[in-house]
């Protein structure tokens, strides 16, 4: 059955609708076809184009996985600035008329040795703490007497405090005069950089299989998520062919109600002139007037369900609705019998199949955690080059190979727990799976009954259509004469108008639920339907980045 609206729809253009709207084109050449309506909106569908995108970065999740076979490499550098300053004391003394003594230095306190020499042997040496002014200790008299710090013919003594205070013995020595000369304090700076470079390598031998297992889970994830999108694109043909049939039977409503106020119109014309000859009464014209007002009422509920309709067809198939075409029933795609779509509906619905790979997604993510109870084995390699570490114009190179065990013993309870936890998941999503089955059947058998009543109610229309049109004609004879009133006429009018209505709804549903048991049973796809358009395909995608090491941009050149 077609849904055959009249030809145009002139009024459309007064109420500002859809300018040049008809449901049946005058050249079939250029009508909109149920099958080009649904190549457009598998083609841009944004629902649709969402759901793709979104497979696309679920792809990615196999590629983040299979970096666990791969080697971890970094470089590491690093540079900074140092200053070191350093200052040091010296001090130069003269013992009697021998050779110049010696000196010593300190970064901070400063100190002075002194030495004296008579006749090339050895009479003594002075030692001293200067302090913070570096000054030499032990004095010395005309005498020939020296305290202080030093070794005599056979006597030694301590010099110490201030002022050169003797504590100790007291060598003497003869003709002997020691004279500190002179004294230098010296401050050293210097700034040097110390730099590092380094090459990381890591790479896992064994880590209890949770790369494999984690690659398998990304995996179960990426074919869920196709079918996933494979729902949505059952979902969107679906409200696209319920969007393109709404509009035509809501058009074909609004032509006939208009059609309607014509006749009523004439209806009232023709009672007034009756009741200005005396052949019907006041209450007569009012019935026509009372009918005429409600037929009005009709048409603009009918305009508003149209404008309704056309801008849910705007949304779901993207394109302004314009010469559309009789719809026509999916049959060649029902099957045969109910349970012959029941046992299709449970092999290849998209919503079962999803729910069967993330069973498999949770028993992988139950191996995952299994995996972190295992020993971990991985092989670790550097090179270093180092500058200035300790100190300025310093450089070494250290280069290191090694293999690094890890062998967990206890964590609290956690992992265990973790595991525990993945079991029952997978045990959830097993039941959630026998949900959506019961899911799948109840609709798949919903739609068939609806399909089978609408065939019925299509029958039943027409043989009513018919019935109405001769009982109106007859009414029409029947009231010149005499035999019939207004009211009668006017009620037969209304019948043969609802009777007209109720056929194009069930011609409506009758395209409508055909689509929808193709759809229940997971097959109403645009490569399944053989729609004229070009086939998305996700596997293309996966392929192309599931292996990548490296890379910025996507396939498509973002």
């Known amino acids: 059955m077609t849904i055959r609206p009249p030809a145009s729809c002139p009024a459309l253009r007064a109420i500002g609708i859809a300018s040049g709207l008809a449901l049946l084109a005058t050249n079939p050449s250029l009508a909109e076809t149920l099958e080009s309506a649904l190549a457009k909106a598998y083609q841009g569908n944004p629902s649709l184009n969402a759901g793709r995108a979104g497979v696309r970065a679920i792809d990615e999740n196999v590629a983040i996985a299979q970096a666990g076979y791969r080697p971890q490499v970094n470089v590491a550098a690093s540079i900074g600035v140092q200053y070191l300053q350093t200052r040091s004391a010296s001090a130069v003394a003269s013992v009697g008329g021998g050779a110049a003594g010696s000196s010593a ?9 002194g030495g004296s020499s008579l006749g090339g042997s050895s009479l003594g040496g002075t030692t001293g703490a200067a302090g913070a002014a570096g000054s030499a200790l032990g004095t010395s008299t005309a005498g020939g007497t020296t305290t202080g710090i030093g070794t ?19 060598g003497t020595t003869t003709d002997v005069t020691s004279q500190v000369l002179t004294s230098s304090n010296r401050t ?27 690659v398998r889970r990304a995996e179960s994830t990426v074919y869920g998520q ?102 026509r029933p999916l ?20 919503q079962i199949v999803s729910a069967i790979h993330a069973v498999d997604a949770a028993e992988a993510q139950v191996k995952i955690l299994e995996g972190q109870l295992a020993p971990q084995l991985s092989l670790q390699g550097s090179l270093s080059q180092l500058y200035d570490q300790n100190g300025p114009n310093t450089s070494f190179f250290v280069g290191f190979v090694g293999g690094r065990l890890n062998i967990p013993i206890y964590e609290g309870g956690q992992t265990y727990a973790q595991i525990r936890q993945a079991k029952e998941t997978v ?53 010149r004469v005499g035999q019939r009133t207004t009211l009668d006429v006017l009620n037969a009018q209304q019948e043969l108008l609802n009777s007209r209505v109720n056929l194009i709804l069930a011609q409506r549903d009758r395209v409508i639920f055909s689509y929808g048991v193709v759809q229940a049973i ?27 090491w490296f890379g910025l941009r996507t396939p498509d050149g973002r």
């Open 331 to 350: 049959d060649r795609y029902v099957p045969v019998s109910l349970d012959a779509a029941i046992a299709i509906g449970l092999r290849e619905h998209p």
């Open 152 to 170: 005599g013919t056979g006597t030694s003594g301590l010099a110490s405090g201030a002022g050169g205070q003797s504590a100790g013995s007291i």
């Open 188 to 214: 050293t700076r210097t700034t040097y950089l110390p730099s590092s470079a380094s090459l990381n390598i890591t790479q896992t031998i064994f880590n209890g299989f949770q790369t494999d297992n984690t």
């Open 522 to 548: 997971g097959q109403l796809t645009a490569r399944f339907t053989a729609l004229p358009v070009e086939y998305y395909s996700a596997k293309i995608h996966y392929d192309q980045v599931k292996d990548l």
């Open 427 to 479: 045990g959830q999503t097993r039941i959630q799976v026998d949900q959506v089955r019961d899911q799948v059947r109840a609709q798949i058998v919903d739609f068939w009954g609806r399909l089978e009543a609408a065939k019925a109610q299509v029958i039943a229309a027409q043989a009513q259509v018919q019935a109405n049109e001769v009982a109106l004609n007859g009414v029409r004879e029947e009231a």
């Open 226 to 327: 196709r079918e996933t999108l494979r729902f949505t694109e059952l979902t969107v043909l679906y409200n696209a062919v319920q969007a393109y049939m709404n509009v035509l039977s809501n058009t074909a409503t609004l032509e006939l109600n208009r059609n309607n106020v014509e006749v009523l119109e004439e209806q009232l014309r023709q009672t007034r002139d009756r009741f200005n000859v005396g052949e019907v009464t006041r209450t007569d014209v009012a019935q026509a007037e009372a009918r005429l007002a409600g037929a009005r009422s009709q048409v603009s509920a009918a305009e508003s369900t149209l404008r309704t309709s056309i801008g849910i067809y705007r949304q779901n198939i993207g394109v302004e609705p314009r010469q559309l075409a009789p719809g």
């Open 105 to 113: 230095s300190s970064a901070s306190t400063g100190s002075s040795l």
